[in-house]
C-alpha cells in the first residue's frame, strides 16, 4: 500500500477521552473511529489488525477440529425463555420488538441458538464429538463502556460450544480448547494466562479465565511468577490426545493462578513468598465446562450405544477477538506508540523515502515495494512529500516491526537502512539483503 492512496487519519492531537494508551493509540493512528458510547467504526488500519486477529483464530480453531458456522446477530427471544436466560440476563441484554411485537435481542452469546441447531440435526452418539465456533458481533449493554474496544458495547467474538457424549468427552474439550487457545495467543505475541475462573451467567463448575499481564487491566489476579516462564512455543500436539491435552493443561494450569473472584489467600501464602505476585490483568479468553445446564431443558439428546436418548454435556469457550487489539497494545507499546508483533501487524514492514522526487530513491523504493509483494508480503510505503522526522514519526505511532529507510545518501553507497521497531536498532544493508532478513522474519522464501 502507498500511503498516498490510503485512508489512515492520523490525529496529531492525544484525544481527551482516552484513559487508556492502547485507546490512545488506536484513536491517533486511525485505527478506529467512536460511532457512539461502546460502539466503533473499524477504519482500514484497525481493520486490517482485526481480520488478522480473526484469521488465527480461524487457523487454530481448524487445528484443533472445531468447524465454523455464523450464526445471526438477532435472535427471537423464545429459545432464551426455554433456558430460563431470558429473564437472567438483565439490563446487559439489549432487547427490542419486531413489527409484529415478537420480542428479539442482539446476541451476547449463542449457547441457545447453537443448541437449538444441535437438537435439530444431531440425533446419534456416532456424530459426536462435534464443536462449532463462530466470530460474530456480540452486544452487551455494559453499564460503563470504556478503554475503546477493551470494553465495547458492541464487540466482535469467537463464541465455541462443545457438545459430546459422556463428562470425560466434555472434559477433554475443555482441555483442548486450553491448549488452542495457548496457541493462539502467543501467535499474536502474548503470553495470556490460564486462571482458575467464577462462572458466572453462563453457569457452570469448570471455568479457566485468559488474562494479558497489563497494568491497565480490570482484574486483580494473583500468580506464581514460575508460571510466565512457560511457553507452549511450536510444539506439535495431538488434539485427539486425551492425554496430550491432559499433560498441556497440568502443565499450565498447576501453579497458583486467579483472578480476585476465586483468589484464596490460604492457598496462595504456600507458594514461596518470592514467588508470590499481585498485578493487573485483561481478559482475554474464558473456557467453561457446564454439562447438561442447556441441553437438559432445551432437549438436545442423542442415542447412545444401547439406544436411550441422553442429554449431551456441553461447554462453551470465548476469545475477546476485538478486545485483543487492546490488549496486545497494552502489552507491546512504547512512549513514540505501538510496536505490533509480527503475527498480527497490519503490514509487514514500512517503506519510507527520505527524499521523495528523487529519481534513485523512488526507483529504489518502488523496487523493494516490487519485490517485498512478490513475496506475498504486505509493505506500507511512505510515498507523501513529507520530512523525514514526520515519517518516522507516524511509522513509530503505527508500530510496523520493521522499517525500510531509503535515502540517496545511502543509496550512493549500496545500501539502505533496515530498522527494527521494537529494539530501535538500525543496520544498513544492500536492499537486497534487507527483502531476504524481511522475508525470513516472515517465513517467506526468498526469489
Ligand atoms: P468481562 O468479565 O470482561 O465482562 P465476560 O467474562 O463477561 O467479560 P465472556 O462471556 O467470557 O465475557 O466473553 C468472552 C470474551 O469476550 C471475554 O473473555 C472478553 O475477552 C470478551 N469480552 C467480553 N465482554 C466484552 C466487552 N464488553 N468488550 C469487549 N470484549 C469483551
Ligand atoms: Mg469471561
Redesign the pocket.
Known amino acids: 500500500m502507498r500511503l498516498s492512496r490510503y485512508f489512515m487519519p492520523v490525529l496529531k492531537e492525544t484525544p481527551a477521552e482516552a484513559q487508556i494508551v492502547s485507546h490512545r493509540y488506536m484513536l491517533r493512528a486511525g485505527m478506529i473511529k467512536q460511532a457512539s458510547a461502546?460502539i466503533y467504526s473499524w477504519l482500514p488500519l484497525g481493520f486490517k489488525v482485526l481480520r488478522k486477529i480473526e484469521d488465527i483464530v480461524h487457523e487454530e480453531q481448524a487445528r484443533a477440529g472445531h468447524i465454523a458456522i455464523q450464526m445471526p446477530t438477532l435472535q427471537s427471544a423464545d429459545l432464551w425463555r426455554e433456558s430460563g436466560r431470558y429473564d437472567d440476563y438483565g439490563q446487559e441484554m439489549l432487547r427490542m420488538k419486531d413489527r409484529h411485537g415478537r420480542d428479539m435481542l442482539f446476541t451476547?452469546?449463542a449457547e441457545e441458538l447453537v443448541t437449538d441447531i444441535f437438537r435439530s440435526h444431531v440425533g446419534s452418539y456416532k456424530d459426536l464429538p462435534l464443536t462449532l465456533y463462530q466470530i460474530q458481533w456480540?452486544f452487551?449493554d455494559?453499564i460503563r463502556?470504556r478503554f475503546g474496544?477493551?470494553?465495547?458495547?458492541?464487540?466482535?467474538?469467537?463464541?465455541g460450544y462443545n457438545f459430546d457424549l459422556t463428562k470425560e468427552d466434555a472434559l477433554h474439550a475443555y482441555n483442548r480448547h486450553l491448549v488452542s487457545y495457548l496457541r493462539t495467543y502467543e501467535r499474536m505475541g502474548l503470553q495470556a494466562i490460564p486462571m482458575r475462573?467464577d462462572s458466572?451467567?453462563?453457569g457452570g463448575d469448570d471455568t479457566h479465565?485468559?488474562l494479558v499481564l497489563a497494568d491497565t487491566g480490570?482484574?486483580e489476579v494473583f500468580y506464581d511468577s514460575e508460571i510466565t516462564d512457560l511457553k507452549f512455543g511450536d510444539r506439535e500436539i495431538d488434539y485427539d490426545s486425551h492425554e496430550q491435552c491432559q499433560a498441556v493443561l497440568e502443565e499450565f494450569t498447576s501453579r497458583y493462578a486467579r483472578t480476585d473472584e476465586t483468589h484464596d489467600e490460604a492457598l496462595f501464602n504456600e507458594v514461596p513468598e518470592e514467588r508470590r505476585r499481585t498485578a493487573r490483568g485483561?481478559?482475554?479468553?474464558?473456557i467453561?465446562y457446564f454439562g447438561t445446564k442447556y441441553s437438559e431443558p432445551m432437549g438436545a439428546t442423542v442415542a447412545d450405544a444401547d439406544g436411550n436418548r441422553v442429554p449431551v454435556h456441553m461447554g462453551?469457550h470465548?476469545?475477546?477477538?476485538?478486545?485483543?487489539l487492546?490488549?496486545i497494545i497494552e502489552a507491546s507499546h512504547d512512549d513514540k506508540g505501538i510496536i505490533w508483533p509480527e503475527g498480527v501487524t497490519p503490514f509487514h514492514c514500512g517503506i519510507v523515502n527520505l527524499k521523495q522526487g528523487d529519481d534513485e530513491a523512488d526507483a529504489a523504493c518502488e523496487a523493494l515495494y516490487a519485490s517485498l509483494t512478490a513475496l506475498g508480503l504486505e509493505p506500507l510505503y511512505d510515498d507523501r512529500s513529507e520530512r523525514a522526522g514526520a515519517k518516522f514519526a507516524g511509522m513509530d505511532l503505527i508500530g510496523l516491526p520493521w522499517r525500510i529507510t531509503v535515502g540517496p545518501r545511502g543509496l550512493k553507497n549500496g545500501v539502505v537502512e533496515l530498522t527494527s521497531r521494537r529494539t530501535g536498532e538500525s543496520e544498513e544493508l544492500p536492499p537486497e539483503q534487507a527483502i531476504e532478513r524481511i522475508a525470513q522474519i516472515y517465513g517467506r522464501a526468498s526469489v
Open positions: 461502546g451476547p452469546t456480540k452487551r455494559e463502556p474496544v477493551m470494553r465495547g458495547r458492541e464487540f466482535y467474538m469467537k463464541d475462573a458466572g451467567p453462563i479465565e485468559f480490570e482484574s485483561i481478559e482475554v479468553g474464558q467453561f462453551s470465548g476469545i475477546g477477538v476485538s478486545r485483543l487492546g490488549a
